[in-house]
Nanobody, 115 residues
Framework: QAQVQESGGGLVQAGGSLRLSCVVS????????IHWYRQAPGKQRELVAR???????NYADSVKGRFTISRDNAKNTVYLQMNSLKPEDTAVYYC?????????WGKGTQVTVSS
């Protein structure tokens, strides 16, 4: 079973919303900061949002005010609520569990925003 599993991607029109979910195995969740990255075709992977262990959050400038990262410890899940989506948000979105011993990555979920 995958230790990090993303879901919730899909095709949406510009201005629409999606909520991505990242389920992390219990054994690593509690010790990990969980972050969302994305990678568009032909571009480098970039950090979208961070949920740090102290519960502080950080966002890329390009998504501030539109995306919200949240964490449900009871469900071992981190969410990325994405509103007011733009075509430039189109990418594969990856969840990263930043554990003290190593990084864990999911396989990604595709988000496509049509204009």
């Amino acid at each position: 079973q995958a230790q990090v599993q993303e879901s919730g991607g899909g095709l949406v029109q510009a201005g629409g919303s999606l909520r991505l979910s990242c389920v992390v195995s219990r054994s690593i969740f509690s010790l990990s900061a969980i972050h969302w990255y994305r990678q568009a075709p032909g571009k480098q992977r970039e950090l979208v949002a961070r949920f740090n262990l102290g519960s502080s959050t950080n966002y890329a400038d390009s998504v501030k005010g539109r995306f919200t990262i949240s964490r449900d410890n009871a469900k071992n899940t981190v969410y990325l609520q994405m509103n007011s989506l733009k075509p430039e948000d189109t990418a594969v979105y990856y969840c990263n569990a930043d554990h003290p011993l190593r990084d864990y990555w999911g396989k990604g979920t595709q988000v496509t925003v049509s204009s």
